[in-house]
Every structure is written in C-alpha cells, then in structure tokens.
C-alpha cells in the first residue's frame, strides 16, 4: 500500500510555471511505476507523464518538451515541472502509482494508488 499526496498547485498566467511535487508514503520500498494524470471539467482523466523504476520517461504528445516528470527517491517525492503553460493544461492533477517496473498503458485503469488532487489554472 502506497499513499500518495500532492501539494498545493496554483494559478499562473499562460506561459508562466508551476511545479507539483507529490509525497509518497506506506510501503515505498516497492517497484512502482509512477504517473500524473489531469482531469478538465467534463473531459476524461488523461494521462500527462510516467516514470519507471529505472528513471526512464515518457509523455503525452500535448505536454511534451514543456512537461518534466522526475522523482526523487530518497525522499520519496515525485514531481512535475510545468513550463510554457497554456490555458488548456487547466485541470485537476493527480499523481499516481502502480505496481511494477515498467509503467506499459498510460491509462487510469492500470494505476492502483492515486492521491487526492491539486487544482491547476492557467488564465489567458
């Protein structure tokens, strides 16, 4: 069992930054593939970001070159470094974990441990 918690998130104006960290606590001795997943309101929850137990890194095509995903494990936090945002990165962001080194499907279906959300405005 992992428990996951996000910090607080922000509003920015389109083009400013803003970075999410997210505490892991519970059983962090586990291979975990982890994730961060946005939800607009009235869109699905999609994927944004995943990093395997190995540090390697993948993206969805909306964020990538402006989205960067890392972690650092002594201190069991994952982050998401957010540049040049647009007013469509608008959503809910959670951060997510699965059991396994590899991360496969960026899809919320395969994640089994989510923390509670963190709102994220980004205004024109």
């Known amino acids: 069992q992992v428990r996951l918690v996000e910090s607080e998130g922000g509003s920015v104006q389109a083009g400013g930054s803003l970075r999410l960290s997210c505490a892991a606590s519970?059983?962090?001795?586990?291979?975990?593939?982890m994730g961060w997943f946005r939800q607009a309101p009235g869109k699905e929850r999609e994927g944004v970001a995943d990093?395997?137990?190995?540090?390697?890194?993948s993206y969805a095509d909306s964020v990538k070159g402006r989205f960067t995903i890392s972690k650092d494990n002594a201190k069991n936090t994952l982050y998401l470094q957010m540049n040049s945002l647009k007013p469509e990165d608008t959503a809910v962001y959670y951060c997510?974990?699965?059991?396994?080194?590899?991360?496969?499907?960026?899809?919320?279906?395969?994640?089994?441990?989510w923390g509670q959300g963190t709102q994220v405005t980004v205004s024109s």
């Open positions: 997510a974990a699965r059991n396994g080194f590899y991360c496969g499907a960026r899809i919320p279906s395969a994640f089994d441990y």
């Open positions: 519970g059983d962090t001795r586990s291979t975990y593939c």
């Open positions: 990093i395997r137990t190995d540090g390697r890194t």
